[in-house]
């Protein structure tokens, strides 16, 4: 193995705007995506082998909601979807132009938070979002229509908690959301109910630990689950 090392050339365009990064992804075209710590958003192109920079600010054509840059996805047509730490950004790599998302006090259908820490597209093309402190939020690209599902503590059946870091639709179409605080829940869309897994220390088959990080399924249909504190876990659905 070799490993090729990109960092920031002061002075120099076409290099990494910062070397703190927090998220990457490959888009359909190849290119990648590189989400930084108050650097903005960089594109690395392979062919070049130079990056091209989106940030937030006066002057920046771009526009991104903010440059701390948490999550990056990729929706049907394209676009790419940006969750920062200032709100949501749609940005067309075509054009450069970007649609930003963010909280309206005194309007229900903005962004609950704009805290932004996980986005997932489900096979309806609808976008999932997850903030610290404004709930689950559900996005119909084609209305723009923002639902947002919160915790209530009067609801057992609502959100287990405001802070959401991890999304994930499976294979049978069925919604797990990872919370920080609240544990694993999954959600029954028709209904709007959330079904919670969380961690009880009398049972050692339950949740490790109820500040869920990272979920991924396997190509056997398993979940696994990252958490905090309380490690790796393996979910096996019966």
């Given at each position: 193995?070799r ?19 927090t998220?990457l ?7 990648l ?55 949501l950004?749609?940005?067309?790599p ?15 259908a ?26 689950l ?11 947002v599902y ?20 499976d ?35 339950s ?12 190509r ?6 990252g958490?905090e ?10």
């Open positions: 193995y490993f090729s090392v990109f960092r920031p050339t002061p002075g120099k365009a076409g290099g990494l705007s910062h070397n703190n990064l998220c992804y490959l888009d359909r075209h190849g290119h995506w590189i989400g930084t710590f108050n650097g903005g958003v960089n594109r690395y192109n392979p062919e070049t082998g130079r990056f091209q920079y989106y940030r937030a600010g006066p002057g920046s054509r771009e526009g991104l909601c903010h440059d701390l840059v948490w999550t990056i996805g990729e929706d049907p047509a394209g676009n790419i979807w940006i969750g920062t730490a200032g709100g950004t749609r940005l067309n075509a054009t450069g132009e970007c649609v930003s998302y963010r909280h309206e006090p005194g309007r229900p903005s962004l609950g938070h704009d805290d932004v820490r996980a986005i997932c597209f489900d096979r309806q093309g609808v976008l999932w979002i997850g903030t610290r402190g404004g709930g939020n559900r996005l119909d690209p084609a209305t723009g229509k923002i639902t919160r915790h209530d503590s009067a609801d057992p059946d609502s959100l287990a908690a405001d802070a959401v870091f991890a999304i994930l639709e294979r049978h179409g069925r919604l797990w959301v990872g919370t920080s605080g609240g544990g694993l829940d999954r959600l029954a869309r028709t209904s709007g109910r959330f079904r919670h897994h969380v961690h009880r220390p009398d049972d050692r088959n949740l490790s630990d109820n500040r869920v990080t990272a979920l991924l399924e396997d056997f249909g398993r979940l696994w689950v958490t504190a309380g490690g790796l876990q393996l979910l096996e659905p019966r």
